[in-house]
């Protein structure tokens, strides 16, 4: 439950990926946290939006991925779930790790 989530925050600041986008091991991260029923509704509860997350890698290559805190508790790639508008946008680096993201969200 919310001790997953915590380990899932200090396992992502120890690793580094050497491909394009390191950062997609946070977002899965962050889904592989939101799977449990529990966190995912108390999530829910607490975030109350859609964010989007655009990041550039160090090609200049653009991803975006959502977190979507508002409804399904899911995250994903693409600006919000089909048919729905992210509540914000996030521009990033290739290297946004999970605190930066946390501190981001939740300013």
Known sequence: MATTLSWSIEHTLTRLLPDAWPSSATFDLISEAL??????????????????????????EQKEWYIDLKESGTVGKGAAPEGKKPTGMYKRGPRWDLLELTTTLTQ
């Open 35 to 60: 799977s449990d029923e529990a966190d995912r509704k108390d999530a829910i509860k607490k975030g109350g939006a859609i964010f989007a997350i655009n990041l550039k890698n160090d090609k200049g």
